[in-house]
């Protein structure tokens, strides 16, 4: 009796395990998705995921930010502009508290990043992405799980541009590999 309820326990976690599977992209692809935001000009910008180091504490993590908050970041941190053709990769380094904040930083943790991730099934959105049976998204929660959401997309190879009249109104689109 006990190694039914056994293989029973297992296929079900194996299971589930598929249903939030994910399926990450390559950072080549990645990067070519950042540039892409960066050059996108409209009133509607693309989320992007970039490595921030806080040059003050150490810390290192993933960030999603818009790409136009992106481009203040590095302005506020060294005054010049970022040149999308000229990046090598999407590792940035912050000592401003201003810049720091202009990405995002402290929105969330990398731990609530991994507890959002659980809910959703990445594997199946990205799916419909893909075969543009989901090409847009509401979000009625704060702007938190807004972020957290672009970010699993955005390593998932699904470019999410925000809504230019309603900012909650999201848009999809695969440029995975």
Known sequence: MKLPLLLFSLALGCLLLTANAQTPVNEPTKLRMFRAALANASTAP???VVVVKNRATGELKEVCTEAPFMEGAVQRENGSALSPDQLKSRYFEFSSKDALRNVGFDIYTPAELSAFARTVRVAEVVEQVKTDKLTS?????????????????????????????VGNVCELAYLGN
Do not use: W
Not at 157 to 162: A, D, E, F, S, Y
């Open 46 to 48: 693309n989320y992007v």
């Open 137 to 165: 998204k509401i979000f009625s929660g704060g702007r938190k799980v807004q972020f957290m959401f672009a970010h699993l997309m955005f390593n998932n190879g699904v470019m999410m541009t925000r809504g230019y009249l």
